[in-house]
């Protein structure tokens, strides 16, 4: 094939173009380049890529790749860097996109709420005929803890009611 001439078969096309950079070699105008089967690609990195942490508190790694041109070696520990990064930033922008999905599901629940606790008291205003909702809004927290209060004391006597009904199921003395 010559320069600028296109390059088809099942598995690419390929054009290759002469640049500013090229020289003459002694081999008579005839060049060759090797197109890598995935595998002998996979088989390459293996031997020859090292990834190593290196700073856990900092998350950072060492990538480094042994080759003959050093040329080619910087270039695809470039491409690798450029991959990895891509990739970082993606993970990253998919959690924060689950975050926000889950604090706007929050902003929902949280404006349902206010809702239901504004008409409730729109509607315990109009139903007792009063404006003074600091008062009632007092009141109705002075209730509320008392109903607590109550609720704490009954649980405890739920929790002796059921000892003494596994003391006597186990038919252990019952302690009262």
Do not use: C, M, W
């Amino acid at each position: 094939y010559d320069f600028g001439q296109l390059i088809e078969n099942e598995y690419f096309n390929l054009l290759v173009e002469q640049t500013a950079f090229f020289r003459k070699g002694n081999v008579e105008g005839r060049y060759f380049f090797t197109i890598n089967t995935e595998g002998a690609l996979i088989n390459y990195f293996q031997q020859n890529l090292k990834v190593q942490p290196e700073n856990f508190n900092a998350k950072t790694i060492t990538i480094s790749l042994t080759d003959f041109n050093r040329n080619k070696a910087h270039d695809l520990l470039v491409a690798i860097d450029t991959i990895y990064l891509s990739f970082t930033k993606e993970a990253k922008n998919q959690t924060i996109e689950q975050k926000i999905q889950f604090l706007e599901s929050q902003i929902g629940i949280t404006e349902g709420n206010l809702e239901a606790f504004e008409n409730y008291f729109e509607g315990f205003t109009i139903e007792n005929r009063t404006v003074s909702l600091e008062q009632d809004l007092s009141q109705a927290i002075i209730q509320l803890d008392r109903l607590d209060s109550q609720r704490i004391k009954l649980r405890e006597r739920l929790l002796e009611v059921e000892l003494i009904e596994k003391q006597l199921e186990s038919k252990e003395q019952v302690l009262v």
